[in-house]
């Protein structure tokens, strides 16, 4: 099961300035950010105490624009900026303080928490003189440092009820986005995720419906969640989960959660709870085995072999048949049953023809035949996208492969009157 732990980058790619200013970006080793930021924003002849606190502030601080993806999210190309109005000071080039360096390397892969939460806190601060804020004081950490207090009782001072977490592992920062659209048909961890931060969405978008059962399936009711969603964000709302989506509805969840605030609500789930489907056999009902009659339907308009069925949701003899061909065709063990290995064939194969031949507008242009067959067996097969105009087929067109009579030279369509050449 996989958990859901935040991690200390190898590197992190810094704007030096604000957001939306045309600086450069530079990529530095995240141990070698953290001394930079230090050096520029504390004095090395501060006390040990302050000056640990604030290096544990800075890296909670970034590590929570990492693990948020707050920019990347919005569609930057970095993950912090070196303004002070937005994130924290960095210096391009400069030297770090000998004794700064040296806790910096101690503490690089530690960072703060509130007890129960996931992400790393977002460890605002202020120098406390000129100008103040509801974060840590850095001047402030300094007086109680010389009052004797300890690293832990100066955040604590500022931060309230935090924890430490210790010897975080380091790796390259990877995307949040599984590399692939998710669609009608995927499972696994990365539905959950949508899932779980759809229902968090819909508490402040009610428009957006809620999906029941959270089970790593991205079924029917997943997808309405995901149209509503794009709907009301103005993306294409095609129920499909790609990049663009992902990220909005990350970006949704941490501005609706306030993970990238220091008063956060809190990410407070540590695993994702998901296992593959359960066996489906006669008898068995539901979604799930919607969507697999779903997937069959498809599969039946371009394997004769595997027959067609009705979309009812319950797994009587002719769910079995459908199951039992695909099995057969395939190449798995003829079981009539649907467990993992099933699941997981009838979806690729399923996918694999609905992303090369049923969204190829070339093959099949969205008009009413494609339509009617969509409603039959699934979901709008063929999307039109704004910049394409609406194309018209002849109303003869079918979804099937064979005509139902020979080609050969001189043949004509009956509609068209268009020479097979």
């Known amino acids: 099961m996989p958990t859901v732990t935040p991690y200390i980058p190898q590197d992190i790619t810094v704007h030096l300035g604000p957001p939306d200013s045309s600086a450069a970006n530079v990529t530095v080793p995240f141990v070698n950010y953290v001394k930079n930021v230090a050096s520029s924003e504390i004095y090395p002849t501060w006390d040990e105490s302050a000056l640990r606190a604030n290096i544990l502030a800075i890296t909670s601080f970034a590590l929570n624009r990492v693990y948020t993806e707050f920019y990347r999210s919005r569609g930057y190309d970095f993950d912090i900026t070196s303004s002070t109005a937005y994130d924290q000071a960095f210096v391009n080039g400069r030297s770090y303080f000998e004794n700064v360096s040296r806790l910096a390397d101690e503490l690089f892969n530690d960072y703060l928490r509130r007890p129960g939460f996931v992400e790393p806190l977002a460890a605002k601060f202020c120098n406390g003189t000129t100008v103040t804020c509801e974060g840590l004081s850095q001047w402030g950490s300094q007086n109680l440092a010389q009052q004797g207090y300890s690293a832990e009782q100066i955040l604590r ?109 809190g990410q407070q789930f540590y695993n994702i709870n998901w296992a593959p489907p359960t066996t489906l056999q006669v008898g068995s009902s539901g979604e799930k085995v919607r969507l697999l009659q779903q997937m069959l339907s498809i599969l039946s308009e371009f394997i004769p072999e595997i027959p067609s069925l009705a979309v009812d949701g319950v797994y009587g003899p002719a769910t079995r048949a459908a199951v039992l061909a695909a099995q057969r065709r395939f190449g798995l063990p003829e079981t009539g049953t649907v467990g993992a290995a099933t699941w997981d064939e009838i979806y690729d194969q399923f996918s694999g023809i609905e992303n090369a031949v049923l969204r190829s507008r070339e093959l099949f242009p969205e008009q009413g035949a494609v339509a009617a067959m969509a409603v039959r067996n699934t979901r709008a097969a063929v999307r039109r996208t704004p910049a394409q105009p609406r194309t018209t087929a002849p109303s003869s067109a079918t979804f099937t492969q064979f005509p139902g009579f020979d080609l050969h030279f001189g043949s004509t369509d009956p509609v068209s009157q268009e020479v097979v050449r």
């Open 157 to 265: 001072s500022y931060y309230g009820n935090v924890e430490t977490v210790v010897n975080a592992p380091v790796r390259d920062i990877t995307s949040s986005y599984p590399g692939s659209p998710l669609r009608l048909g995927s499972s696994g961890p990365s539905v959950v995720v949508i899932q779980t931060s759809l229902n968090r969405i819909a508490q402040n978008y009610p428009a957006i419906p809620k999906i029941p059962n959270v089970d790593g399936i991205f079924g029917p009711r997943t997808e309405n969640s995901v149209r509503a969603f794009q709907r009301i964000f103005g993306l294409t709302s095609d129920g499909i989960v790609g990049s663009a989506t992902w990220y909005e509805i990350v970006r949704l969840y941490t501005a609706v959660t306030r993970l990238s605030e220091l008063r956060s609500q």
